[in-house]
């Protein structure tokens, strides 16, 4: 047996109008974990599609071979046969079934022709040791977090005997010791011989568990080499083809007047009425002003303005003002009048519509500013929309692409762009560069300051701590419900955000 237990040698993949891959050759060490890495739109899932069969021999050019044997997969099965597992940003378990069926769907057990549940349940209780889940095997998928999925999906991977594992961003939905606890299962399974090709955008990250590293760029490898041989400016500048001095742009900070004030906002649950999700929350934020959102992930961010925005919660108490006036809204429609935008964390969810093109995706929310007398002005329309692509760097041969085509960062700035083209006063951006890369995170911040440069606020809620410390000129904490601290973006460190995280300061 050689030295590799993967070789891609050759990979050319085009999809019409894009040559996605461009003579890609990809080699993995058995036992290694290898982190694949590179800018939105690179290149990296297709490459694993390609690998895992999603698509199918034929469909490219090129070699793929799996211990020096050359294959030739037709279907997801095929690939699996040859000890490839690989694990979806988007999970792709079925909800109202439970673990064990999960575990062993289209692949059951049988004894004598009949499906043998004990041994399943059994083996499925084994498997739960190894990723580190004492849950039973009965357990419904739908009653479980994200994080404790991730784990099923590894699990059914172990149970297959997957002798190469790919996880495709398997950490941007997770909190951070799910990561964490992610993290060391594959450095475990490493242990026990499991080879590990690793996607993602978070350095630390791949500096973490990373031997040994592959960058990619516009399709094409750029090269492959040792992890203890970079450092994270090195890493960039080969991922995004030029040096990056600093990390968040400088802003000149002009504040001007209030113009967005929330008060004493209390959201009850709307699945257990006598309980508060939100819990008298009160605010107010300046014209020109970053706001940054801190906390833990269930701290209530998301719903706080999810309830603002009219699309969470029935039962509400407080009042919005906006410059100075007392508003009366009650749909998302009457808070973007208003001027009040919310790009939603779950961009799939909430934001945009796969089957539609970017163009439509952009000009969703913005088809009145755009109409005259109901009729839309297609000539406005379609010089925004370049617009837009333009400045976020959108990567797609035309503004027609369908947007579930993009890959995924990409899709993210669609719906940036969405957001951008209302116009708004005070812009809510809910985990605003999860999935983005690095240079078009930095092109964000740009973004960002040009807009408050031009007197929008900026509300921003993330969960990377060093982009809240970069960008806010304040910083609310939220724990629980509830506000537990405000810092001034000068005074703020990791540690004071922490402390206010995680309970400290409270009466
Ligand atoms: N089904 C498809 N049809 C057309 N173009 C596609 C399709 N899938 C991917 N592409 C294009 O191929 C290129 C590579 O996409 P891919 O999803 O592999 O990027 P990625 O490196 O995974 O990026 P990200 O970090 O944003 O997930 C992109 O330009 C994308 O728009
Ligand atoms: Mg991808």
Redesign the pocket.
């Known amino acids: 047996m050689g030295q590799h237990i993967l070789e891609m040698k050759h990979i050319t993949?085009e999809?019409?109008?894009?040559r996605?891959?461009d003579n890609v050759n990809f080699q993995v060490k058995r036992g290694e974990i290898h982190c694949l890495v590179?800018?939105?739109?690179?290149?990296?899932?297709?490459?694993m599609?390609i690998l895992s069969g999603v698509y199918p021999s034929g469909t490219y050019d090129g070699e793929i071979r799996i211990d020096g044997t050359s294959q030739a997969f037709q279907h997801v099965k095929d690939s699996e046969k040859a000890g490839v597992a690989i694990i979806y940003q988007e999970l792709a378990l079925v909800k109202q079934m439970n673990i064990c069926e999960n575990i062993y769907l289209g692949n059951e057990i049988t004894k004598r022709g009949v499906i043998d549940w004990e041994q399943m349940y059994v083996e499925t209780e084994k498997v739960l040791k190894e990723v580190g889940l004492s849950i039973k095997p009965t357990t419904k998928v739908l009653s479980l977090g994200i994080g404790k999925q991730q784990l099923i999906e590894i699990a059914k991977a172990i149970s297959k005997k997957a002798e190469l594992l790919i996880l495709?961003?398997p950490t941007s939905a997770l909190t951070e010791k799910e990561a964490e606890n992610l993290l060391q299962l594959l450095m475990e399974l490493k242990k026990k011989g499991v080879t590990c090709i690793y996607?993602s955008?978070k350095l630390n990250e791949i500096f973490q568990i990373a031997d040994t590293i592959t960058i990619?760029r516009d399709?094409q490898t750029i090269t492959t080499c040792e992890a203890r041989e970079l450092d994270e400016e090195k890493l960039i500048a080969l991922m995004v083809g030029r040096k990056l001095t600093q990390r968040f742009p400088k802003r000149e900070q002009v504040l001007g007047e209030t113009v967005m004030e929330v008060r004493n906002w209390t959201v009850y649950d709307p699945d257990i009425p006598a309980k508060k999700k939100i819990k008298d929350v009160s605010f107010s934020i300046k014209q020109g002003e970053i706001l940054g959102f801190a906390g833990l992930m269930g701290a209530g961010r998301t719903e706080l303005f999810m309830s603002i925005f009219g699309c969470y919660g029935h039962a509400i108490t407080g009042e919005i003002l906006v410059n100075g006036k007392k508003t009366n809204m009650t749909s998302p429609r009457d808070v973007i009048q208003e001027g009040i935008s919310y790009l939603s964390e779950d961009r799939k969810g909430n934001g945009l519509v796969l089957t539609q093109s970017i163009r439509e995706n952009i000009t969703a929310a913005s088809l009145s500013a755009l109409s005259k007398w109901g009729v839309i002005d297609g000539n406005q329309e379609v010089v925004a929309v370049e617009g837009y692509i333009k400045d976020l760097r959108i990567?797609?041969p035309s503004m027609e692409?369908?947007t579930?085509?993009?890959?995924?960062?990409?899709?993210?700035k669609v719906v940036l762009g969405k957001w951008l083209m209302t116009k708004p006063k005070v812009l809510i951006l809910d985990e605003p560069t999860r999935?983005?890369?690095i240079g078009a995170k930095y092109e964000i911040y740009n973004i960002m300051n040009d807009l408050v440069s031009q007197g929008v606020c900026v509300i921003m809620i993330s969960s990377e701590l060093p982009e809240i410390l970069g960008m806010s000129d304040r910083i609310i904490v939220m724990c629980e419900g509830s506000i537990a601290g405000e810092i001034p973006g000068k005074e703020a460190d990791q540690e004071k955000i922490i402390y206010y995280a995680t309970g400290g300061g409270r009466k």
Not at 15 to 18: A, E, I, N, W
Not at 38 to 47: F, I, M, R, V
Not at 404 to 412: E, K
């Open positions: 993949k999809f019409p109008g894009v996605a891959l590179g800018e939105n739109g690179a290149g990296k899932s297709t490459l599609k495709d961003e996607i955008h990619l399709g990567k797609t692409q369908r579930g085509n993009l890959s995924g960062g990409n899709q993210q999935g983005i890369d």
